[in-house]
């Protein structure tokens, strides 16, 4: 049996192949959702690039891929009354100091902008700008074009059950 074993791993590492006992870390659901969450983030990412109202710079930035998945946790995550980086950061799972640069990038393409926070002088929030609503908007639409598009690959019944499971499973986190 170790001979059989050490055969198919020798064969395994010239061809690539995943031994059948190592296949589990391939099709896990971690890798599975992982995998479903960057194409989704793509596709969101083309429709907006493609987007006939989305500013044709941030329309640029995003159809050469400079704007990424990354960027998109600002989208997701900062509330249209404003928060600051430390809310941003925690909502988006970095740190602060990614958050941060993320910020800059995102200020310097005019998504959003610097002010003053209401309650603590000392400390800022992060805004949308207008084109930074815009951004929002076709964020929007893309994401409810991709969500379509899920659903008729995988078909209404299962998008729905998958949309329930991941409610669920994401409401205990």
Known sequence: MKDIETH?????????????????????????????????????????????????ALSNLAARNKIS?????????????????????????????AMATLVDQCEAWGLVRREP???????????????GLAWLAAFERAVRQAEAEFEADVDPQVALVVRIGLESYASGY
């Open 8 to 56: 198919w791993e020798e064969s395994a590492s010239i061809s690539g192949a995943t031994p059948p006992a190592d296949a589990w870390r391939q099709t896990h659901l971690g890798r599975l959702l992982g995998h479903a969450l960057r194409r989704f983030d793509e596709r969101v990412l083309h429709l907006m690039a493609h987007d006939a109202e989305v500013p044709l």
């Open 69 to 97: 998945a990354a960027h998109i946790h600002i989208t997701r995550h900062l509330s249209l009354r404003g928060d600051r980086i430390t809310t941003l950061a925690q909502r988006a799972g970095m740190s602060k100091q």
């Open 117 to 131: 926070d209401p309650s603590d002088g000392r400390a800022s929030r992060v805004v949308f700008s207008e084109t």
